[in-house]
């Protein structure tokens, strides 16, 4: 049975949308919500207008921002606490990934029980989640429509990746006005995360129509608006145009999964704190350049996508224009080209190969791979 | 506020799909779901398939499917008390429109009381209703996807549109193999009604990114596959795709709505026992040449998108190049060409245009409509 299945949550996308947290949440049937966010959202007055949004819509609210990149289990039973403490009845998460994996996590922890390693893998939940609201501030992630959760298990050391269509929130609220407040850095590096997510969906072999046509828009989104979204700060038709690459981006890959640069990015990160997008960046082209063979079709398009003039060129040519288009865009955005630049050495790849081979998002990578080549792909990343 | 809203069900899309309706009813917390169906749809044995799955996972279903083309007020009672009687607790909706709008109103009724003319126009319904899981067989309504349900009020003679957040289903199954038993003539009509879904949606005021991509896609398959849809009932690639095709252009006028072509079928519907998608293909190119002017740049993509060659050609003359294709489409499969064909005469323009004009899907037509514009459409189209 060859079957495609599609799941997403409703959306509310658009400027000032963020104000609608407060009565999206109260039409759920929620009275009591916990707000999950971080420092840096809360910083630049994101947190704040949810607080009054909830409050307006007459809710009781208690909130949890003290959250780490990369969060870890800790944080997800600290907040599991403070659920528990003020009788919580639903979930908002506010920020990029890190945020809203963190409130995912707890939701589960909240009506399942247990740890949150207990649900590590794929379809381990078997409680319905309390409602869920996500905000989505970064352009990036895509958390906040998908069916992931990654949270690091601070024992081992070890990003858990967690998947369930319960992890699928009832509303996803993108607001591209919160992507004005992001620094140069943090914009070029999650865009480049979104492009990751739009290739390696597409490329999946767990891809279909209806990912498709989601990662190619995104794709050429990002190929249009990364640029622009990075030199200014005020450029709110691009910041509209890669909040929307952002959310195709996380539409696609929730449905089509990913592939060895996820695969490898979470095995780095569930050991140094690096920042997600950037490392997917470092490693995107390797990836690219490995799996191009397994499907030189759907790298042609990917540079039709991107504007690569591929006019009278074969197959395989004009496919390798796709490769040259994303090392050239990390380029001109400034993000880092090397994984030693990010202050790792060889000394763990034989560690993380391993790990990586093992991740959930490996399985969906188009080129058949080994634990050599994932070694061999770190090398060329180092 | 400039807000996008997107909704839609989980889908399950493929060969095979319909047989996995019990356990997705029963993934949907149901133990005693009403089957509502119709008569051609048991006729061809996809009922009998759809009361086997439940009967493995273990459901106990009553079944209703004495329901009629534009289904009525009082269909929709019989059902009522039927779900009622058995106690039920869950609706299963297995055909086209017709039985999908029928189970849905049937829903509103039985959780939220008095009768289905309560609910017409926009967000009338307060209660939750039951679990929904609708098997789509005709790759035509895109009333699995939407919160649309269509009712003929029997005393008014009148089409009530009722649209709610809540009539989207909790899951849509399609699968493309149900298409191989429909007869060429409901293969057409069926078709050019996915493709005015397609078309009024792209081109509604109420368009966004998100339902554009969809839309579009949805305007390229149909071109590329209708033709061969209705040459062969065994052409399961043509089916395959079609069934894409009606699924995305069910997401994209559940999220954009429509326009004129439906506000003026509606108001024929009401009255007279046609098919919805041969009225809607008799209306279509006049009412894009009406339309045309509002959306110039529209129309060239929707020429591009169904391969007119369109090279060296100005806005306008690309644009009207939309028309020809689908006046050649319909030409080509052979559905009826003109309102007098199906029986219809001048006597009923008057009042029907009045009605046209008030019908909810005429607020997101492109251009600016009054009775006179509408009255001439009907004359131009008898």
């Known amino acids: 049975m060859n079957i495609n299945k599609f799941v997403m949550p409703e959306v509310i996308f658009g400027n000032d949308a963020i104000h609608l947290v407060g009565e999206s949440c109260f039409r759920l049937g929620a009275k009591r919500p916990l707000i999950v966010s971080d420092f840096g ?50 979930i908002i998460g506010v920020g ?35 409602p869920l609201v996500m905000v989505a501030t970064t352009a990036g992630s895509g958390s906040e429509v998908s069916q992931f959760s990654v949270i690091v298990d601070s024992t081992r050391k070890k990003k858990m990746t967690i998947v369930s269509k319960s992890l699928v929130p009832d509303i996803a609220i993108i607001d591209p006005q919160t992507l004005t407040t992001k620094s140069p850095q943090l914009t070029a590096s999650t865009g480049l995360d979104v492009l990751t997510h739009a290739i390696e969906a597409y490329v999946s072999i767990a891809s279909t129509a209806l990912t498709d046509v989601q990662a190619k828009n995104a794709i050429s989104l990002v190929a249009n608006y990364l640029r622009p979204s990075v030199a200014s700060s005020l ?29 490898m990015s979470h095995a780095i990160g569930g050991r140094f704190p690096l920042l997600h997008g950037e490392v997917n960046s470092v490693l995107l082209p390797h990836v690219m350049e490995f799996n191009f063979l397994a499907v030189p079709k759907k790298f042609m398009t990917i540079a039709e996508l991107c504007g690569e003039n591929i006019r009278n060129m074969t197959e395989v040519e004009a496919g390798r224009k796709a490769i040259h288009f994303v090392k050239q865009l ?10 030693s630049d990010m202050g790792l050495d060889d000394e763990m790849i034989a560690e993380m190969s391993q790990i990586a081979l093992d991740d959930a998002c490996m399985i969906t990578n188009p080129r058949d791979i080994t634990v050599t080549d994932v070694q061999h792909l770190f090398k060329q990343a180092l």
């Open 41 to 90: 959202v809360s910083d630049v007055g994101w947190l704040e207008i949810v607080i009054q949004s909830c409050q307006k819509a007459g809710l009781h609210s208690a909130i949890y921002y003290d959250i780490t990149t990369n969060p870890k289990d800790y944080e997800v039973e600290a907040g599991q606490k403070i659920y528990l403490e003020h009788e919580c009845d639903s």
């Open 235 to 263: 450029n709110t038709e691009a910041k509209h145009h890669m909040a929307m690459a952002s959310l195709q981006a996380g539409l696609a890959f929730s449905n089509a999964i990913l592939g060895a640069v996820h695969a």
């Open 96 to 130: 990029g990934g890190s945020a809203i994996d963190t409130a995912k996590a707890i939701a589960i922890v909240v009506t399942n029980g247990g740890t949150i390693q207990d649900y590590e893998g794929v379809d381990e939940i078997d409680e319905p989640l309390p």
């Open 330 to 339: 990390s380029l001109d955005i400034g993000v880092p080209q090397r994984l």
